[in-house]
């Protein structure tokens, strides 16, 4: 059974470009979440979806920042433009989310990102 | 604001050795706790999950206490292998949202 899938697994690219990183959930699962993981900051939630509606961008650092779910099986997190405080590991993560009841969150490997 | 706080940072064992990981937080209103692990290079991997009306969950060599009204929980490993050696982190959910708080984690190395 697949994971969760994230692509690309590194991207190295120019301060002030556009960065797109993509995931597509285990199948069935109904939540998506977005994380960075810094040394400085540890891992934090930028936002999450259910049924490809967003629920909380709370942690979203700023306007360059943008998330969609074009389908229930994908979603994208762009950067535009980027900056070199950008750089991190973006992960992305699914659930089952069903009323009363806790379901872990599964992770992907993760987008190395890094801004130059 | 929940916070999360795990001790130790890091850990240096011998193999064989019984383990305890610690992680502490806040606000004790959650509905619930997990453990996951962490390898280099790699995304997380969920190991338990406790629900608030539970009080240890275990999976082969691990345990999981919650213990919600003092705020802590413990993973328990047994019999420490080499393969265990990774990042181990603890989070639990924002409010009665799906938002994860982490820990910052124990970087566990068991050796030979």
């Known amino acids: 059974d697949a994971g969760v899938i994230q692509s690309p697994r590194h991207e190295v690219t120019e301060m002030g470009q556009e960065v797109t990183l993509r995931c597509k959930l285990i199948s069935g699962h109904n939540s998506l979440f977005w994380y960075r993981q810094t040394m400085m900051r540890g891992l934090e939630l930028l936002i999450y979806f259910n049924n490809n509606v967003p629920i909380d961008d709370s942690g979203m650092p700023e306007d360059r920042f943008s998330a969609k779910m074009p389908n229930a099986s994908f979603s994208t997190l762009k950067i535009q433009p980027s900056e070199p405080r950008d750089s991190a590991v973006y992960f992305c993560a699914s659930s089952l989310a069903l009323q009363g009841s806790n379901q872990p969150q599964h992770f992907g490997d993760g987008t190395r990102l890094s801004i130059l | 604001k929940q916070e999360v706080t795990q001790i130790p940072a890091a850990l240096s064992v011998p193999e064989g050795e019984n383990l305890v990981l610690n992680c502490s937080f806040t606000?004790?209103?959650?509905?619930?706790l997990q453990w996951f692990r962490q390898d280099p290079g790699k995304g997380l991997t969920s190991l338990l999950l406790i629900q608030s009306s539970q009080r240890e969950q275990t999976s082969g060599r691990l345990n999981a206490s919650l213990d919600k009204s003092s705020g802590r929980s413990t993973l328990y490993i047994a019999a420490s292998q080499p393969g265990d050696s990774a990042t181990y982190l603890c989070?639990?959910?924002?409010?009665?949202?799906?938002?994860?708080?982490f820990g910052t984690g124990t970087r566990l190395q068991v050796f030979p």
């Open positions: 989070a639990v959910p924002s409010g009665g949202t799906d938002k994860l708080i």
């Open positions: 606000d004790s209103a959650i509905y619930n």
